[in-house]
């Protein structure tokens, strides 16, 4: 168990719907990341979070958000879901930048 | 822009011997740290080593070892007395830029490990 919680492990819903998956990181981590991971595929980094602000972003779509509250939790939201956005989605929380992340069990998204 | 190369998309070994996976990776920053993870068919994400740069020492965790080259840019992973167990995918990954920086930790594309009973 590494720590980082993630809810729900899977979720399935239709085209053009919104979806919000959450990670709670592992206790006294400031840093959060989110990844998608496509079939076979490697790891496509989204966004990151340090202590509450957005510190980097990567190739995240306008139809995806998040955001990291006072608790630390984060929540990452998709909407107006198509096919392709079917992934398995990985938080990720480390102490701080250059410290090793450790990662959830992933949020299994089928988009029908 | 940092990359991380993985130029071994399949690997296979026979159970009980050394494998050695390799990694590549470019940057023009001095301060970073590299890692490596595993993702066994569960597809939950594994750290199995750690790496910082401004060590010369290859860092070791039971049968894991790195061979890290800095001038070469290479983080090669070798895996002793391979086990049934050891099969997974297998994720270099690079972080740099300075502990204040705001950067991503970066993924190669995997390398997928089969082993051999």
């Known amino acids: 168990d590494s720590g980082v919680t993630q809810t729900p492990k899977h979720l399935i819903t239709a085209t053009g719907q919104r979806v919000t998956l959450r990670c709670s990181p592992r206790s006294g981590d400031l840093s959060v990341y989110w990844y998608q991971q496509s079939l076979d595929q490697g790891l496509q980094f989204l966004i990151q979070y340090y202590n509450g602000e957005e510190r980097a972003k990567g190739n995240i779509l306008e139809r995806f958000s998040a955001q990291q509250f006072p608790d630390l939790h984060s929540e990452l939201n998709l909407s107006s879901l198509e096919l392709g956005d079917s992934a398995l989605y990985f938080c990720?929380?480390?102490?701080?930048?250059?410290?090793?992340?450790?990662f959830g069990q992933g949020t299994r998204l089928t988009v029908v | 822009a940092q990359t991380v190369t993985q130029s071994q998309p399949e690997m296979s070994v026979q159970e009980a011997e050394t494998v050695t996976l390799s990694c590549t990776y470019d940057?023009?920053?001095?301060?970073?740290?590299l890692f490596w993870y595993k993702q066994p068919p569960s597809r939950q994400m594994i750290l199995v080593i750690r790496q910082e740069a401004y060590k010369q020492q290859n860092a070791t965790e039971n049968r894991f070892s790195v061979n890290f080259q800095k001038a070469a840019k290479s983080f090669s992973l070798k895996i002793s007395d391979s086990q049934l167990g050891d099969a997974a995918m297998y994720f270099c990954?690079?972080?740099?830029?300075?502990?204040?920086?705001?950067?991503?930790?970066?993924f190669g594309s995997g390398t997928r490990l089969s082993i051999r009973p």
């Open positions: 990720a929380s480390s102490r701080g930048p250059g410290t090793e992340a450790f």
């Open positions: 940057t023009s920053e001095s301060d970073y740290y």
């Open positions: 990954a690079y972080w740099g830029g300075g502990y204040s920086s705001a950067s991503k930790i970066i």
